[in-house]
């Protein structure tokens, strides 16, 4: 039946609708016997009426538009069953609300009254209703250990848990209701569609290149119609000849493989096996070859040799796997296009193919034009496929791994390697026929469901839990359950810490973390001896190299870690994310929540792992003061009307003596390319925006916090989102506006750099100087040699200003601090100036020249003001909190590595405690983060200063001049 959606016309769907299969009618018509098991027998005949169902919204992530059930199987159901059916309003899913509703059901967004709940992918804890019978595709049944919370909370709600993956036909133990096909149909629609792609990137037009990602397609019918005009053109143009023959090998014999399948063969195409792939080759220049493609199916006999000679035995390679090899890398993967790889994996099978046999086939010249693509539809994360790292989404859908030197893994479709498909979601690409087909799928078992017969033969046996516990057939589960209760601790004593990075703020949090006794802690750095610096320190802590892009390496040193804390560059924090949550580990970060890592949420929940951004100080520790505020006038009734939040890493004043009244305590570059953004904010009820490139111009020239202190600030991206992250309403706010401290002066120097090209991050502004100077000479186009006065005088043209402006004075004392006025004789190679853009050169000339010395110290300030409106509306207030933390001269250590270090070391330590119980990825805007941590920042002394005052006269959104 599913094949033939892709030959027939648009399927009707009263007539699918209407269908039900041979094994269905059986099952309707099956009443409980004797033996039925005790949970089946106690159902009551007052459950044989009329149930409520309801149909609840795909939540998981936003490419989610499945449904259970279609709106004509909702009104089937109810005419044949009197059965009310509720549905949760989604915006998102593939039939829309007003289709339910004119189907009969009620669109109801709260489902408390239904008493089964159907839906498709996980629920979250949060959302489960208690004391109802959930129909789902749990993942709990196999003991999966990142699922044990969800199914913990299934039984503590005494839920009735019904698993679609539990649907078994009681004669053969095959699945009933499952998408499979569908998997395979997406998978081989988004693997032509990547070829032509990739085609196209290495200089060839390919028929494929007029095939879309799958989800383009409103229906198969669309699929059938673009694949016959695809291979009308295979059969009249041909395909490349540097590529002939064409060969796609599939793994695998299921509804995936058949699924897959199923696309292909629309195509003109010749059927092959392995033993003919010799002779095609050496006859590879045949015409016939060129408008044909090749398709080799291969099953285990075709690629498992027997270890020490015999032939191959199903029953011997199941019992005793160890005793196979898989040769499919020498075998059939030189002659391959595109594998698509459908088969099941455990890892004691061996591997179809290891990164090892990937680096010899792509270190083949010959093999150039060989295995350019894997449709991995199974997705097997380092399973069958070794050096598929990850899954991939259907926003970026594709992923090249090159292993010939090392294992590197990128997304740009020209560079060398190996493009993956690795979507983990496919069917919901084809969200209308795989809805209706699971719904057919369903409907029997959804009537027996909606007249209360729970002793149904299939549902019965698909119960995992009930009333608090687990059936009988899965009371295995309970040793699943206890051994994921709380952090895996190593050898049943120690916890382990693999922090990634050495930089900066690492030194605090490795003394945190090592003054734990029961805490082992892996330093891995690209810097081995930066890294071997810190660990030596400490008897707990050990040092590795750290190469992110090496997946296996990575893999490795995240599998031997309780929690990973991420101290790389921000871009890398995504590609560790994915690696942790793979191996099921919890993360701590620093570094600013990116869309990237944000898109990690529903995998982060699903492997039951939490991952903790903004935990340093600006943000993070920001975030915990600020709500705790917030959480108290909430909790008063109160309403926040102004928020204003300022925050700085600066020099000590004593230690202030440049033109930047700056230096350097964390990334010279992360400075720099923060006052490239945009910013938007709400101040005095009026909404501005700040265009990228234009924040130092834009400067709040006097932000008077305290009056022994010179601040100017900076507008600190995108203010408004934080009301929706602090749980506050913008709309009734007059100021919303979160901002960075700095010297008055500092703007001004920066943004003459921004302006003359210094801070460019243009792939055209590389950099390869001899000195500071010649950086300099590059960027204002003066020659070797040139004196101080036709460098001010260029500056002055540049900028548009009089030479005797007092600023070009200031921005040249800055230039000399730097070093860049400097016109001696060329330095040696040694000390040459190397970087792939002017910003990254201008970073390196800062942190040389602006690093802080011996004996001097830098200075945080943070400042929150809240302006309160009382419940009645009678009274305003205004609540403070300040924090001043200095650094110490005599350790050197800086207060910007304390307070970026502590609060990401105390976050870690909470995560190996099991105290941190919400998954997924998340802020410190939670009482059960922020709560511990202030008051563990209060004993390490990090201390907040709340005041509160009544009026806004004296208030610093009174006060401060805003530009």
């Not at 459950?47 to 309801?54: C, T, Y």
């Not at 599939?250 to 010799?278: C, E, M, W, Y």
């Not at 350790?891 to 870690?908: F, L, N, Q, S, W």
Request: charged share 20%.
């Amino acid at each position: 039946m599913l094949s033939s959606l892709l030959t027939s016309s648009k399927p009707s769907l009263k007539m699918r609708c209407g269908t039900v299969t041979s094994f269905a009618r059986v099952y309707l018509t099956t009443k409980a016997t004797s033996s039925s098991s005790s949970s089946s027998s106690s159902v009551s005949d007052a459950l044989r009426k009329p149930m409520v169902l309801g149909i609840r919204r795909e939540d998981k992530n936003r490419w989610e538009r499945r449904v259970a059930l279609t709106p004509a199987h909702v009104k089937k159901l109810i005419k044949e069953t009197g059965a009310r059916i509720l549905v949760q309003p989604s915006n998102t899913r593939i039939f829309n609300n007003a289709s339910f509703e004119k189907a009969g059901a009620t669109i109801e967004e709260d489902l408390a009254k239904a008493d089964a709940i159907l839906g498709i992918k996980e629920v979250p804890i949060t959302k489960l209703i208690p004391e109802k019978t959930y129909v789902i595709f749990s993942h709990t049944h196999k003991g999966q250990s990142y699922n044990m919370p969800s199914l913990r909370a299934f039984l503590d709600n005494k839920i009735r848990l019904i698993d679609y993956e539990l649907m078994l036909d009681p004669r053969t133990d095959k699945r009933l209701v499952l998408f499979g096909r569908y998997a395979g149909y997406a998978g081989m629609i988004d693997g032509l569609h990547g070829l032509g792609q990739r085609l196209l990137a290495l200089g060839y037009n390919s028929p494929f290149i007029h095939m879309g990602q799958a989800h383009v397609y409103p229906n198969l019918e669309c699929v059938n119609t673009k694949l016959r005009h695809v291979g009308n053109i295979i059969a009249d143009q041909g395909l490349p000849e540097a590529f002939a023959p064409m060969i796609f090998t599939f793994t695998g014999s299921g509804n995936v493989a058949q699924g897959a399948r199923a696309i292909f063969d629309k195509l003109p195409h010749d059927n092959i096996t392995v033993d003919d792939l010799p002779l095609i080759f050496k006859d590879r220049y045949n015409e016939r070859y060129k408008n044909r493609l090749l398709a080799l199916q291969v099953n285990a006999e075709d690629y498992l040799e027997r270890i020490g000679g015999g032939k191959y035995s199903r029953e011997e390679y199941r019992q005793h796997p160890e005793r196979y090899r898989s040769v499919f890398a020498q075998k059939i993967a030189p002659y391959t296009t595109m594998l698509v790889n459908g088969i099941y994996w455990e890892s004691k099978y061996p591997r179809l193919m290891t990164t090892a046999d990937l680096a010899a086939i792509q270190g083949q010249r010959e093999l150039k034009n060989r295995m350019l693509a894997i449709a991995d539809i199974s997705c097997d994360i380092g399973g069958s496929l070794e050096f598929m790292s990850h899954a991939s989404t259907i926003d970026s859908p594709f992923f090249y791994v090159d292993a010939r030197d090392g294992l590197v893994e990128h997304k740009d479709v020209e560079k060398p390697g190996v493009q993956i498909n690795s979507i983990d979601n496919l069917p919901t690409e084809l969200p209308f026929e795989a809805s209706q087909h699971f719904g057919d799928s369903l409907y029997p078992f959804a009537k027996a469901l909606a007249t209360g017969e729970l002793d149904h033969p299939v549902l019965s046996r698909a119960i995992i839990c009930q009333d608090g516990s687990l059936t009988k057939q899965h009371e295995h589960l309970k040793k699943a359950l206890a051994n994921s209760q709380g952090i895996r601790v190593v050898d049943n004593r120690r916890k382990s810490v693999l922090l990634a990075g050495s930089g900066m703020v690492s030194q605090p949090l490795v003394d945190y973390l090592a003054s734990t006794k029961d805490t082992d802690i892996t330093i891995a750095s690209n810097d081995l001896d930066e890294a071997r610096r810190l660990a030596h320190q400490f008897p707990n802590t050990q040092a590795a190299r750290l190469d992110v892009m090496d997946a296996v390496s990575l893999d490795k040193l995240i599998k031997e870690s309780d929690v990973v804390v991420s101290l790389v560059p921000a871009h890398l924090h995504p590609q560790i994310a994915s690696a942790a949550i793979h191996r099921q580990k919890h993360m701590v970060t620093a570094s600013y929540l990116s869309p990237e890592m944000q898109r990690l949420d529903a995998s982060a929940k699903d492997a039951s792992v939490t991952i903790i951004n903004e935990i340093g100080l600006d943000p993070g520790i920001d975030h915990c003061s600020a709500m705790k505020i917030i959480d108290e006038e909430h909790a008063r009734g109160g309403k926040i009307k102004s928020f204003i939040s300022w925050c700085g890493g600066l020099t000590a004043p004593e230690n202030s003596g440049n033109q930047l009244g700056y230096k350097f305590s964390w990334s010279p570059r992360g400075v720099l390319t923060a006052g490239l953004n945009s910013a938007q904010y709400k101040i005095n009820g009026q909404l501005r925006q700040i265009p990228a490139g234009k924040l130092f111009a834009h400067k709040f020239g006097n932000v008077p916090l305290y009056p022994g202190f010179a601040f100017e600030g900076l507008a600190n991206r995108d203010s408004l989102q934080y009301a929706d992250i602090y749980g506050l309403d913008l709309n009734n706010m007059d100021t919303m506006f979160r901002g960075t401290l700095r010297y008055s002066g500092y703007s001004d120097i920066l943004d003459c750099l921004l302006r003359l090209g210094f801070l460019s991050l243009e792939p055209g502004t590389a950099v390869d100087a001899a000195s500071a100077a010649a950086f300099l000479q590059q960027i204002l186009g003066v020659r070797s040699g040139a004196s101080a006065e036709t460098v001010a005088q260029r500056l002055s043209k540049r900028l548009g200003v009089q030479p005797s402006n007092p600023l070009i004075g200031r921005l040249m004392l800055a230039l000399e601090e730097f070093g860049m006025l400097s016109f001696a004789p060329a330095a040696t190679s040694a000390s040459r100036l190397i970087a792939p853009t002017a910003l990254d050169a201008m970073a390196k000339v800062l942190q040389n020249s602006l690093r802080f010395r011996a004996n001097e110290r830098d200075l945080v300030c943070m400042s929150h003001e809240f302006g309160v409106e009382s419940a009645d509306g009678k009274s305003y207030d205004v609540r403070c909190s300040s924090l001043t933390v200095y650094g110490d001269a005599k350790t050197g250590e800086t207060a910007m590595a304390r307070t970026v270090g502590i609060p990401a070391a105390i976050a870690t330590r909470l995560l190996l405690k099991g105290t941190v119980k919400t998954r997924g990825v998340i802020r410190p805007t939670i009482p059960e983060v922020y709560e511990p941590l202030i008051e563990e920042l209060e004993l390490r002394g990090v201390v907040f200063n709340e005041s509160s005052k009544s009026g806004v006269h004296n208030s610093l959104q009174r006060r401060m001049s805003w530009a």
